[in-house]
């Protein structure tokens, strides 16, 4: 670190391309800081550094590592406890654009495997951003050498060294008891759990953080539908499990349908202590599916759905620059079974109505060959039948679907109430009077070979493979969408689809392997050497965070540039 000061006292005072003789490895005390990347200039993206704690304090308790899901936790609660640091510390700018600043990837509400904090047997290593300090264009070193030398080891020594242990321990104990009811849920046929006393709606509308105060209803299970799951670190605990099969949400409007369903497309994660859906859990495969107007689709086997089309268009390999609200629900939907999921949620709220039902009166005023859709209703049963894949389903304006659901959720002043029965009797005394449409069989799901060059990065001399914020990915002379795309929960997220997105245009994208099979395989490669392996930037591993399969190929799918064999 001596070294490190004195190149800072040298380059104190001079143009800012002269921080470029800091990168490089400095050894501290108990520690070695690495800085991997140094940014251009003051308001370009943020220096890059890592530091890495060795000797006995910064060894891993054994039990940290027992398993991935709590090696997880832990690296995730050492992101918090950094970023609390850090907010303590009052870090301030010392001067123009970046100068000054010091951040670690800060997780929000939900547990990713991220790249903020590496944890091992022998040590701890941070990945931080950091911006040089500068007055104009000019290095300001004793201010850099401030950071560096002091703020930074300080900032990390305190959230890695002296933090609430018992808090600790909850955060991947409580990591335990979610992976225990995820093989639960798995092995008894279940899709989605949600423990009695959880906390579902959130804040508000923009914010992802529980309602406070007393107006939250707590979630209780109706009676049919409670199981007792055991965990450990505590007692067995008790709430409603939904079986495989489909399950209709149905109620008033405004009675917490879309709460329940919004909390389990999340269960898909796991949430901090304290979340209120810390014990919502759902089958990690669960995609929701809604209508998407506007979106671009690629060569999609949507004829399950839709057929006879105007003009012949063939839904087979279903093309379009500018998908409906009903083909581009069809496509999402598609798309999700193509990538493997067992679960579809779908919300009335953000449904295409012609999709979602047809009646005995619409029947019989536009002819089956004049309506080129058949309805969610008559496949929701043949998918789960004969392909195995569970529907969750909001639906509080039609009872065409009583006779298709396994069972039937009424939501009363946000408490469920178990009404199957009560909606099987009415199905059978009042008969909708509608045909069954769409043949005895679901239909095929068909794989698509994706074209190596139709997800090509380059722009211009650069290849630019760039998230903005949460929704927007520039991808080459393109942008990606992804505003509708409800599951993709961090910007860290969308950063690693950016990322992996080249890497699966360079590296496994050969002409002849599938979509899915090409995913797999990324992610597997990322199984085994961590998302690191994807980062861009030199010998520092980012601020990524893992995304579900899902939605790297539902970036993948919104790109307009891409090309599908055949
Ligand atoms: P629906 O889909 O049935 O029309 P929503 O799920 O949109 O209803 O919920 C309506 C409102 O009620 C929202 O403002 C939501 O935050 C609130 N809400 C939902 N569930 C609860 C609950 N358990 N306790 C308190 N408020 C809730
Ligand atoms: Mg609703």
Redesign the pocket.
Known sequence: MERLKQILQRIDGKGYKAYRDIAGSYAGDGFVLHIDHVQADPFAAPSRIRVAFGGKEAAADPEWLHTRCRRIAVEDFFARSIADSIRRHGVRPVGHGKSGMIAVDRPGQEVLPRTAVKVEEHGIEVRLSVGLPAAGRTVLGKEAARMLCESVPAILRQALFRYDRTRLRAHWELADQQEAIRAFLQARGYAAFVANGSV???ESGISDRP?QGR???P?RSPASLEVEIPLPHREPIRGMAIRNGVTLIV?G????????LKAIERGVYNHIPGDGREYVITDDSACKIRAEDGRRVEKVNISPFISNLPFGKDTRRFSTEDASGSTSQAANIMEALEMGTKLLLIDE?TSATNFMIRDARMQALVAKRKEPITPFVDKVRKLYEQHRVSTIL?L?GSGDYFHAADTVLM?DE?EPVDVTEEAKRIARRLDDGRKPEGGDSFGDVTPRVVLPGSFDATRGKREKADAKGLSKIVYGTHEIALDLVEQLVDPSQTRAIACMLTALAKTYADGRTTLREMVDRLYAAVGEQGLEAVSPYDGHPGDLALPRKYELAAALNRLRTLNVKG
Do not use: Q, W
């Open positions: 579902l709606p959130r309602m107006e939250a209803v979630f109620g409007g405004y009675h917490g349908k879309s709460t329940l709220d909001v509080g939501l946000y």
